[in-house]
């Protein structure tokens, strides 16, 4: 399917809802989603869960009551409406072409500077009633193939912005990936902005697949929540890789990771695998109100034959060729810590494996 160039706002639910599951308990569902595309809502003046969304065309500083949008005709012609940038919340008291007059610092925000290409987004038009932004679920045999999700404005929705539940033996896979997807769940160019958790993926009771997603360049800000909060549960595995995202001011953490077990304390769980691995490298993590990455229960990825544990990899020593930059993260600024590895599922075992490099 191709969902592409709509503007969706204030459903009481979600604004799209992918569900791939069986109504007859005789036998699992085998639904299959072949070559899966939701994109281009921002290049193509669509948005989900705000009335409008465009870019700074110019940098302003924390004092400027002027700002310049690249695309005015994506907001009300009429002043009265809040903006969100960054972290700062401002209210357009006047309009001039594609010049905004604006009263900085609304809404108990700090005026602060902001770069040219900074998203601006209308703070209203979100889905209610706990209605995400974007949801795929999938239980059963059900699987979907190539999924990239690309280029959305997902803003002031209810619950989380972009979910991904997979539970039974559902699978996500790669099968004819466009030419930039590395992974079978692609999520790139996105502005996640405003919503509960910004993007989650939950995964349960089967290590039948691993699901491997890979989220680039995105955006995902001022979350209520976490800005990606990944879990692992009872024997699922998750491969999740970040570059080049920015994660910013969000209320929770700004990465969680989290597994859990069916297990008392105590028993013997070595078949249990509900690990997290990934490779993260080049994002900005910065100025979230919890930790900045907060890794909860079992991370890395153990090779069932070898029992080698291939580790989840945060930051990497050196530049990447292509474009001469570190292949670190900069984690700065966040309230609690900027790294925090702890275990907390009750259960102690030396599967994890974890390696930290060249981060600032």
């Known amino acids: 399917f191709n969902i592409q160039n709509n503007t969706i ?19 699992d569902a ?14 193509q003046d669509n948005t989900i869960g705000t009335f409008g969304a465009s870019t700074l065309a ?12 690249a695309d005015p005709t994506q907001f009300p012609s009429t002043p009265g409406f809040s903006i969100r940038i960054d972290g700062e919340q401002m209210q357009v008291t006047a309009i001039a ?11 108990g925000t700090t005026a602060a500077p902001h770069e040219a290409g900074s998203a601006v987004v209308q703070t209203t038009g979100g889905q209610t009633a706990g209605g995400r932004g974007i949801a795929v679920n999938l239980e059963e045999r059900s699987a979907i193939q190539d999924l990239h999700i690309l280029r959305n404005v997902i803003a002031n929705n209810a619950g989380n912005g972009i979910d991904l ?12 990936p466009l030419p930039d997807q590395n992974r079978a769940v692609t999520i790139s160019e996105n502005v996640i902005d405003n919503n509960q958790v910004g993007i989650r993926v939950l995964t349960q009771n089967s290590s039948a697949d691993l699901i491997d997603l890979e ?44 597994s859990h077990a069916n297990f008392p304390a105590g028993s013997d769980f070595s078949s249990d695998k509900r690990q997290v691995v990934g490779t993260w490298i080049k994002n900005v993590i910065s100025d979230n109100n919890g930790n900045g990455v907060n890794i909860v229960g079992l991370h890395g990825l153990t090779d069932d034959v070898t029992g080698v544990t ?36 009750g259960h102690g075992d030396n599967r994890d494996a974890i390696a930290i490099a060249n981060n600032t």
């Open 9 to 27: 706002t204030q459903t009481r639910g979600d604004a799209i809802f992918v569900d791939q599951r069986g109504t007859d308990v005789a036998f």
């Open 30 to 43: 085998t639904n299959t989603l072949t070559r899966s595309f939701i994109q281009d809502n921002t290049i």
């Open 58 to 69: 110019s940098a302003v500083d924390d004092a400027d009551t002027e700002i310049t949008v």
């Open 97 to 107: 072409g594609s010049t905004f007059t604006v009263t900085r610092g609304a809404g």
């Open 165 to 176: 539940t997979r539970s039974d033996n559902a699978a996500v896979l790669s099968v004819q």
């Open 215 to 258: 989220a680039r360049n995105n955006r995902i800000a001022n979350n209520r929540d976490d800005g990606v909060a990944l879990r692992a549960e009872a024997d699922s595995r998750i491969l999740f890789d970040m570059e080049a995202n920015v994660i910013q001011f969000n209320a929770g953490d700004g990465v969680q990771t989290s």
């Open 310 to 345: 291939v580790p989840l990899v945060i930051g990497m020593e050196g530049t990447d060729p292509v474009d001469g930059l570190s292949r670190g993260n900069r984690i700065e600024r966040n309230a609690s810590d900027g790294i925090r590895v702890a275990r907390a599922d």
